[in-house]
């Protein structure tokens, strides 16, 4: 059973950085693609980034692009999201998934696996 565990959520003020940490159980999902989606209360879940297998692609929505960035080492079956410059309105919860997108990368329903999420809180 694959199994996605998120860490590193917590609370910043405006301006600081946070680092996400994604830690995949099953080393199966070396060669899928994982992305980083979040949610905020009211809204529906969004794409953030995501990194194909190989980590030579990576792909970010326009609200992170040059503030966030997305890499994995597969040996260690890893992925981080490294989050500059955040705003309020980066609060969210953020999930790891894994998939074999054989799409769009920033689609949610491509992704097979979830993680349970980690809250990420930007005060102003």
């Known amino acids: 059973q694959v199994q996605l565990v998120e860490s590193g959520g917590g609370l910043v003020q405006a301006g600081g950085s946070l680092r996400l940490s994604c830690t995949v159980s099953?080393?199966?999902?070396?060669?899928?693609?994982m992305g980083w989606f979040r949610q905020a209360p009211g809204k529906e879940r969004e794409f953030v980034a995501a990194?194909?297998?190989?980590?030579?692609?990576?792909a970010y929505a326009d609200a992170v692009k040059g503030r966030f960035t997305i890499s994995r080492v597969n040996a260690k079956m890893m992925v981080d999201l490294q989050m500059n410059s955040l705003k309020p309105e980066d609060t969210a919860v953020y999930y790891c998934?894994?998939?074999?997108?054989?799409?769009?990368?920033?689609?949610?329903?491509?992704?097979?696996?979830w993680g349970q999420g980690t809250q990420v809180t930007v005060s102003s």
């Open positions: 998934a894994a998939g074999l997108v054989g799409g769009s990368l920033a689609t949610v329903f491509e992704y097979d696996y």
């Open positions: 099953a080393r199966t999902v070396s060669s899928y693609a």
């Open positions: 990194i194909t297998w190989s980590g030579r692609s990576a």
